[in-house]
């Protein structure tokens, strides 16, 4: 059973970045496109970026094209979310979760996604 495990998040200012890690334990990553989500308080959970199982293809939501970047260290069994340019619109619960339906047509949508991490909340203050 393989276990996700958010860390990274915190408080910053405006403006601030913070990288965010998702670390795999009891199964590889490799072959498994991994998606990062955010819930903000009274909204739904929404999609923010993926990355294929090689890295060589990423997809980002229009809120944060340009400030997030996803990445992956396979020999780390590691995701990352590289957040620059905070905004307080950023504060949220990010989660990430693997990918278990094929094709990308789906792939951001929450129910494309399996095993999901416990979360790391990311305050953004003005």
């Known amino acids: 059973q393989v276990q996700l495990v958010e860390s990274g998040g915190g408080l910053v200012q405006t403006g601030g970045s913070l990288r965010l890690s998702c670390a795999a334990s009891?199964?590889?990553?490799?072959?498994?496109?991994v998606g990062w989500f955010r819930q903000a308080p009274g909204k739904e959970r929404e999609f923010v970026a993926d990355?294929?199982?090689?890295?060589?293809?990423?997809y980002y939501a229009d809120s944060v094209k340009g400030r997030f970047t996803i990445s992956r260290d396979n020999a780390k069994n590691t995701v990352y979310l590289q957040m620059n340019s905070l905004k307080p619109e950023d504060t949220a619960v990010y989660y990430c979760?693997?990918?278990?339906?094929?094709?990308?047509?789906?792939?951001?949508?929450?129910?494309?996604?399996?095993?999901w991490g416990q979360g790391t909340q990311v305050t953004v203050s003005s």
């Open positions: 009891g199964r590889t990553l490799t072959g498994y496109a």
């Open positions: 979760a693997i990918r278990t339906v094929g094709g990308n047509y789906f792939l951001r949508a929450e129910s494309s996604y399996n095993y």
């Open positions: 990355i294929s199982w090689n890295g060589v293809s990423t």
